[in-house]
């Protein structure tokens, strides 16, 4: 029996740690990550499910040398693992969890893991912890975002290693996990207007988040009110210009 699955049979003898006290690079990975998790989100709403769990900035504990590693100083990060965003598919989606510990969820690691570049953390990005993803965690699809460059990357594990995920014509990239395409999008989220990483249907549809689904119905919405007042107002128009007829 390996270490991890002696570790969901008792308590541990330590305390999990769940923040490593570092704040995210800039607003623009705050909004990035609640944009993306807002999008999963609302496309399993659409199918349906509820079977699946959306991580962001949230750590994710692999084995009990890790977890042991991170306890015993917390101020050594070396062993902090903590994927921008990530998706896990098949599982309970209404546990709440503080973090995504292997051992407690079946020996199920993140199946799409996409991170957001930043000047201190791309090479670690690019390296170390593709590494791990690939050989460790065996996670099927991996995503890397650069807003400095505007740039998404895709990569799909095959073996030991990772092939790039080549784009479609509208230069987007296809997630065999999601089932769904991930693409750049220029717009506004949360008052903040840049490139983002967006959902797509297959058809090319965005994936729109709750608030934009309902921004679009107000507008339908008011759109028909102006349609239906400008046939009666064409009607009663109609109605004053007949002649009367006399007896």
Do not use: C
């Amino acid at each position: 029996m390996s270490r991890p699955a002696v570790a969901a049979l008792a308590p541990l003898p330590f305390e999990l740690v769940y923040s490593d006290g570092e704040p995210l690079e800039s607003n623009w990975h705050v909004n990035q990550i609640t944009l993306f998790k807002e999008s999963v989100q609302q496309a399993m709403k659409e199918r349906g499910r509820s079977d699946y769990f959306v991580g962001g900035n949230m750590f994710v504990f692999y084995s009990l040398e890790q977890a042991q590693a991170i306890a015993a100083d917390i101020n050594d990060h070396r062993h902090y693992r903590g994927p921008d965003v990530f998706y896990v598919g098949d599982v309970d989606g209404k546990t709440d969890r503080n973090a995504w510990v292997m051992w407690e969820e079946g020996n199920r690691y993140p199946e799409v893991i996409v991170e957001l570049l930043s000047p201190s953390t791309a090479r670690k990005d690019r390296t170390t912890k593709k590494d791990l993803y690939a050989h460790v965690f065996r996670t099927p699809e991996y995503f890397l975002q650069d807003p400095d460059q505007v740039k998404l990357e895709g990569f799909r594990l095959a073996g030991e290693s990772y092939r790039p995920i080549v784009p479609n014509a509208q230069g987007r990239l296809w997630s065999e996990q999601l089932g769904l395409e991930l693409g750049l999008w220029q717009g506004t989220f949360q008052e903040q207007t840049a490139t983002w990483v967006r959902l797509f249907h297959p058809d090319g549809h965005l994936v729109l988040t709750g608030n934009e689904k309902a921004e679009v119905e107000r507008q339908r919405a008011e759109a028909a009110e102006a349609e239906l007042a400008r046939l009666r107002a064409r009607l009663d128009g109609a109605g004053r210009g007949k002649p009367r007829t006399g007896r």
